[in-house]
Structures are given as C-alpha cells and as structure tokens.
C-alpha cells in the first residue's frame, strides 16, 4: 500500500514540473499561429462512450474557434492504453491529442503489470473538460428506497446480494469496492461488458444494483423499473438535487469519471497553455452547456495545473480501490 501511495503521489507529476519550469517550451512564434492545420483528437473507447461524446462536443466548438478541423479519432482496447501509447508516441507538435477518462492514469498504472506508455513521462494534461457523476440505482423489486436504507438492508443480508459493473478495474467497479469496504457491506461483483450489458441486466432483475450514468438510467427511473438512490461525486448533482452524495455519509467519496485533454511530453509550453484556455472557454459556452447538461455530463474546463491535481487526487483514491477489490488485468 506504501508503493501504491507513492506511486500515485507522483503521478501526473512531472507534467507539472515540465510546465512549471518551462521544459516544455519550444518558442513563443510557433505557438501564436497555432493550429495552423486539421487537429487529431484521439479517444481510448468506442464510439458513443462519455470520453468520445465529450471529445466530439468539444472538438466541434474547438473547429469553430480555430478555423482548423478537429477529428475525432477511435482507438478502443486496454482500458485506453491502445490509444494512450498511441497519443505518447506522437510528435509533440499540438497536433495529436488524447481525450480520456481518468482510468489512462488514475487506475491503471496501479491495475496492469505493465503498460506501453508511462503516465509520469509520456502524457502531460492540458484541461478537464467535464466530469460525468455516476448514479447508484436499484431494481424497483428492491425494498430500499434511500441510500440509507439500502445500507442497513444488504447489512442484515451480508453476501445475498449482488452488483452489476462495466467490468473488472472500471470506475463502476472500482466505486462500488471502496463503497464496499468503507461501510462493511457484503455484496458480490457481477462484471459486464460495459453499462450496454450492466444496465439491461439491472432492468431485467438480473442485479439488484449498479452504478452507471444519469442517461442511461433516467428512462428506467422515469418508468418506474429503477429506483436512484444516490449520486458518487462529492457534491450533489444538478441532474437530481434532491439525491444525496455518498459523500455526506462517507466523507471524501468522489469517483465520478473525469475526462480530459492529454498531450505528448515535450509539446511547447504556449501550445498547451492555448489549448486549455481554448477548452476552458468552451465549456464556458451557454449552448455547450445546455447540450452536455441533457447528456448527464458537468463541462469543467481547467489549467493545465489544476487537472493535474485533479488527477493526482484520482490516483490516490483509485489506488486504494484497486487494492480493495484484489483487481488485476493482463
């Protein structure tokens, strides 16, 4: 546990060094025309997934700005790492870029022996651009109607239920263990190919709870065929106000996903310093938020600084988590 907390206290580290120093600049006359051509953004998930729906709602206010197509590349498999090692060996012009979750550096350097690229020296952050909270719902056959309830019900039933995830080392996952251990329950892992099989399975009675994303779920709650009960981010959501973070009974509990910008290490200083502002302006855009807001997602924008903390913070969090659940991946 010792080397998982070290380990993750220096994650993401040395982008800030780099931009804090000035490593990273190559001079100020190239980066003022910048870009002066199409921009890749590349994804580490499938089509559809939140980090591609961020990446294609950024990426269209991006093109507009800089007057420069900014295309949406697909490169799925590894929890990101395909398309983490793809971004990593990139020139480090600008003009390859990486939009992923939290998991690229969060969670796995701590779930897989070895990865093709390093989250220390390989990738440095450029902006979060959204956070999407995840939302624990039950089946309506289930008995608990609040989070509190649904507490004290699985403790006087310890290992007679069950919990669906996206699968072995996924947020869903991952939440759910910490959850788990912080207050004692006994519930057993039911892994899935991504929330297209976890959802239907819990609609289906298959699973008595999941945690999963607010459009995925709201059509079944509005229904009546699942219940919400509470939200994984520290702070209440806008999407359901009147639900309680699990946060208010576990104090610091925050793993709602983050995505973000990544850039090759070596990229110039004034380039990332540009693109972040650029990205943080964009979330700022009324008619970006209204269409992230309907889409269960919280647009954000930051510095390069600032995302870095944010996943420093996600590093030591996740570390623990994965060690909670015993998860490994080959």
């Given at each position: 546990?010792?080397?998982?907390?070290?380990?993750?206290?220096?994650?993401?580290?040395?982008?800030?060094a780099?931009?804090?120093?000035?490593?990273?600049a190559?001079?100020?006359?190239?980066?003022?025309?910048?870009?002066?051509?199409?921009?890749?953004?590349?994804?580490g998930?499938?089509?559809?997934?939140?980090?591609?729906?961020?990446?294609?709602?950024?990426?269209?206010k991006?093109?507009?700005?800089?007057?420069?197509?900014v295309?949406?590349?697909?490169k799925?498999?590894?929890?990101?790492?395909?398309?983490?090692e793809?971004?990593?060996?990139?020139a480090?012009?600008?003009?390859?870029?990486?939009?992923?979750?939290?998991?690229?550096?969060?969670?796995?350097?701590?779930?897989?022996?070895?990865?093709?690229?390093?989250?220390?020296?390989?990738?440095?952050?450029?902006?979060?651009?959204?956070?999407?909270?995840?939302?624990l719902?039950?089946?309506?056959?289930?008995?608990?109607?609040?989070?509190?309830?649904?507490?004290?019900?699985?403790?006087?039933?310890?290992?007679?239920?069950?919990?669906?995830?996206?699968?072995?080392g996924?947020?869903?996952?991952?939440?759910?263990?910490?959850?788990?251990?912080?207050l004692?329950?006994?519930?057993?892992?039911?892994?899935?190919?991504?929330?297209?099989?976890s959802?239907?399975?819990?609609?289906a009675?298959q699973?008595?709870?999941v945690?999963?994303?607010?459009?995925?779920?709201?059509?079944?709650?509005?229904?009546?065929r699942?219940k919400f009960?509470?939200?994984?981010?520290?702070?209440?959501s806008n999407?359901?106000?009147?639900?309680?973070?699990?946060?208010?009974t576990?104090p610091?509990?925050?793993?709602?996903?983050?995505?973000g910008?990544?850039?090759?290490?070596?990229?110039?200083?004034?380039?990332?310093?540009?693109?972040?502002?650029?990205?943080?302006?964009?979330a700022?855009?009324?008619?970006?938020?209204?269409?992230?807001?309907?889409?269960?997602?919280?647009?954000?924008?930051?510095s390069?600084?600032?995302?870095?903390?944010?996943?420093?913070?996600?590093?030591?969090?996740?570390?623990?988590?994965?060690?909670?659940?015993?998860?490994?991946?080959d």
């Open positions: 546990m010792r080397n998982a907390s070290r380990r993750a206290a220096c994650l993401v580290g040395l982008g800030i780099l931009l804090s120093h000035g490593v990273l190559q001079g100020v006359a190239g980066a003022r025309a910048y870009p002066e051509k199409p921009v890749r953004v590349v994804v998930y499938s089509p559809g997934g939140l980090p591609d729906t961020v990446a294609r709602l950024v990426a269209q991006l093109g507009e700005r800089w007057g420069h197509q295309v949406v590349e697909n799925p498999g590894a929890n990101s790492s395909i398309a983490a793809f971004v990593a060996k990139s480090p012009d600008g003009y390859t870029a990486l939009v992923t979750d939290n998991s690229t550096t969060a969670i796995n350097p701590f779930l897989y022996a070895k990865l093709p690229y390093d989250a220390e020296k390989d990738l440095v952050p450029v902006s979060l651009a959204a956070r999407a909270p995840l939302f719902a039950v089946h309506s056959s289930m008995p608990a109607n609040t989070f509190q309830e649904l507490v004290t019900l699985v403790k006087s039933k310890p290992g007679q239920f069950t919990y669906g995830s996206s699968g072995i996924s947020t869903h996952h991952l939440c759910m263990e910490f959850l788990k251990s912080a004692g329950l006994a519930i057993t892992h039911v892994p899935y190919k991504g929330t297209g099989q959802v239907p399975a819990l609609v009675g699973v008595p709870m945690f999963s994303a607010y459009p995925s779920l709201s059509g079944y709650a509005k229904d009546g699942v009960l509470a939200v994984n981010s520290l702070k209440r999407l359901a106000p009147n639900l309680p973070a699990i946060a208010e576990v610091g509990f925050d793993f709602a996903p983050t995505i910008f990544f850039v090759p290490a070596g990229t110039s200083r004034n380039i990332i310093s540009k693109f972040s502002a650029d990205v943080a302006e964009v700022k855009l009324p008619d970006f938020v209204a269409r992230a807001t309907s889409l269960g997602i919280e647009p954000v924008g930051s390069p600084e600032d995302y870095a903390n944010s996943l420093r913070a996600d590093a030591e969090r996740y570390s623990r988590a994965v060690k909670m659940s015993g998860a490994k991946a």
